[in-house]
């Protein structure tokens, strides 16, 4: 290097013995000079050419001049040098600042420079640019494998267009649906054809609103596509927005795995991660050819003579004016580094002047329109015959294209290999001969061996499968794909033994790597962890069947159980055996006494106690607050009453300490005989809790034992009493009307919403509740009567108060299912909401689930009938039937009452919790809103809240209160 392009702080002695120590002569690496303190004393010409300092602004400043902003924050370059200073030497690479503030991929050697005597006398610091890089052969390479590892792994992609409309499928999500040839580009609606019919409504929603509002992106979601067998397939899908090229136009990509397997298990592991799917079309624009544009020259003089139109439509302008190579100027080319190149420094006028042989040279060019185009510029001067120079040549290609895909394939195999390390599943590559080339973090971690260590290893090197059958299995599979190139995803449950004694419960899968000539390359063995999906199915199994508080049996295992104990006493010569109903008396007393605390606490011990009397065929179980129920197996009624007695005499001899006092309990046991006239499940429970009913009826704390017969009678005598008294409210005006609010859980001002309810009269201990005397309404047809005289005694008070009518926001009204159905009563109802002053729009009907479906066509007709006046509807006891939610779609209503047997348990039960939560959310996503009975204390209303429901109604936040007097 000339002296010329040294310039040091040092005296000339010292520079230049510091000069010797670095390398002379390199253009293209930038070598410079600290001293111990950091700051620079000598200064490169390729230090000037990378970092774009000149020597007088470099020198005398220090390191961190040329660090970013965020770097310097963390102290990198005093760190650095301590590194170097304690080491001798330290090489980093990382990212470095330019002077014009753009930044580069730097290789960095720092070295510290001490004398004979140890003292440090300096740095020197060398910096290689690697940011440009043949990434386009590796990333081409990288491509094919990723396609090839996302084939093992049935994944498939899909790009939507929005702008046009247009959807292209993969080819590789074809194939998973059973279609051959290349990938296909369709419109929207064609697309959604591929969709399950049951979730295409909800797909196309949930791309709609992400199209209407790009910042929902990312989507994920799992859904079932058709297969073109007829058959449907399980996906997970994951798709976000991206720009395919520079300022183009936004498209949302997709990836789609599938997880058949995984819904087969139960969802055993939700959030399969489908990084390892996403933006795989781009690459097809990387090799792309580009056109090139042509400029001659006359020589010496440099004034241009000629240019394509390929060149014109590059520079953006016509050669017009250029008269000598001085004129150059008026092109704005720029170096790497953002600098503007001089006219007498560009490839043209060099090779105009005959000051360099034809080269090739890299710059960027800025169009008048503000666009920046990346250029390979060839240059050469065109000797005649006589030898003498008179045209020279540029030949532009315009690599910007190329430039942009560079940096995007090394993007995309970024991602791909953080994929592969981020997936939860085992991933191991195995060359043509069966010798391991890649393991990823999760099949190091269920193996118990670093890639490092198993590359070169066979399979049968690091894989300890425990069942014998599973292990040879996989070896197999592993040796016809070698050998057939076949797939095997259906290998048997195994466990798998790591290297240091874990355990894996796994799913493995084996697939052939093939290229497109069809040559195998390898083979790829997916390892998917089960292991906490089995434990959650079993714990999940557990609390479906099994009460959370107690332990106990719930209600639904034990109607099952009580189900297979039925079918057993029908058949002939089966075993008889007996239901027990318990029902705690003075139980409440506790609760109101200690609180709900005291009271779960004890339950729990009562359950412990109860279960040191029953046999272990038997079965007890909890089946609400403060019942429980029990099956005593293979006995007639007399071996029951002596285990009824046994139960009895515990809960006599049980004592509860809280706060200072002693509670004593009792219990009324109602039993019935299961024997082979016994109907079906729900006969023996209404017989055995009549029978309950009846001991608590005839003093509590005792055992009365209900036979059919009996039931009937009863049930009969009932009916019939309560449509007597049901007669004689009507004829002496002794039913009342009461409102219970429904409360707002978005803490905004809260307008007037309630529910009517309906009261009798004359009660012994005060009204009387409609649980009561509705039932035997239902059967003998007063309910309609019921109906009408609700709704016209309502509107008449609203009416007749037109203040509070001006209040109201929504007045809910129940309707029965017989209602829903008669013809007259729409009539009636129509006529009277049309006569009247209330505005419809003040009125909602609610209707019962099973009311609704009993005549969906007239249900539905109601709705619509009503709701073009202006009326709502809301859903009661929404989750309590099996078809809540397939019917759900048909019924037009506007608020979902979410079952109270859900709210009241949701604090104590996961299961519950997440009933209400996914009911609330199926409500919004359907643009319904949720209403949460049976609010009892504030927690429930505090996770309600978090949950986000609506509105809530409940003694917490209001009890029922008489509308009229």
Known sequence: MSERFLASALPQHEAAELYRLMVVGIRDVAVFLMDPHGYITVWNRGAQDMKGYTADDAIGSHLSLLYTDQDREHGWPQHNLAKAAELGFYSEETWRKR?????????????ALRGDDGQLLGFSKITMDLTRHRLLEQCEKEKQE??????????????WKVDSGQVEVSRHLLELLGYEGEARELDFDACLEFVHPDDRARFRTLLENTRLDPCLAPIETELRFLRHDGACQWFFLRANWHRGIEDGPMQFLGACVGIDNLKLAEEEKEGLLSQLRQERSRF????????????????????????????????????????SFHDYDNYAFVDASGAR??????????????????????????????????????TAAIVDSDGVARVAIAVLHDVSKLKHTELTAAAE?????????????????????????SVNPAAERMIGIAEAAARGLRFRDVLQIEEVAASDATFAAIERCLGEHLTTDTLPHATLISRDGQRFAVENAVAPVILDDGELIGTVLIIHDVTESKRLLRRLGFEASHDALTGLVNRREFELRLERAIERAQHPGGACAALLY???????????????????????????????????????ARIGGDEFALIVEHCGVDEAMAVAQKILDATRTFRYVCKGRVFQLGVSIGLTPIDAGTINVEEAMRRADHACYLAKDRG????????????????????????????????NDQLQLYYQPILPLDDGDAPRHYEILLRMRNGRNGPIGPSVFLPAAERYDVIVKIDRWVLTRTLEWLAGNPEHMEALETCSINLSRRSLGDPSFHKFAADLIDASDVPAD????????????ADMQKTIAFIEAFAARGCRFSLDDFGTGMTSFSYLKQLPVNYIKIDGSFIQMMSSSQVDFEMVRFTNDISHMMGRKTIAEYVTDSSILASLKAIGVDFAQGYWVGKPRPLTP
Not at 99 to 111: E, N, Q, R, V
Not at 146 to 159: H, N, V
Not at 288 to 304: C, F, K, N, T
């Open 582 to 620: 318990m029902d705690l008396d003075q139980f409440k007393v506790v609760n109101d006494t200690c609180g709900h605390q005291a009271g779960d606490d004890l339950l729990k011990r009562l359950a412990t106690t109860y279960s040191e009397h029953v046999r272990e065929r038997d079965t007890l």
């Open 284 to 323: 097809a624009d990387i090799l792309e050819q580009m056109p090139s544009g042509i400029v001659l020259a006359d020589v010496p003089s440099g004034r241009l003579t000629y240019q394509n139109r390929a060149a014109a439509g590059m520079l953006g302008r016509d050669f017009s004016g250029i008269n």
């Open 413 to 437: 195999k970024e991602r791909a290999l953080v994929t592969l390390a981020a997936i939860t599943d085992g991933v191991i590559t195995a060359d043509r001969n069966g010798v391991i080339m």
């Open 842 to 853: 003040k009125l909602c009907f609610e209707i019962t689930e099973n009311g609704a479906i």
């Open 146 to 159: 990723i396609d090839l590892i996302l084939r093992a792994a049935q994944a498939g992609t899909w790009k």
């Open 341 to 378: 190149i001089r006219a007498e420094d560009l490839p043209l006028t060099r090779a105009v002047t005959g000051q360099d042989s034809p080269r090739i040279q890299n710059l960027m060019y800025e169009r008048d329109d503000g666009e920046r185009l990346h250029l390979d510029v060839t």
């Open 700 to 731: 509590r704390n005792r055992i009365y034992v209900h036979y059919k017969g009996d039931l009937d009678f009863a049930q009969r005598r009932s009916d019939m009493h309560w449509v007597t008294r049901l007669t004689h409210a009507f004829q």
């Open 99 to 111: 002077k014009d503030g753009s930044l580069f991929w730097a290789h960095i050697a720092l070295t």
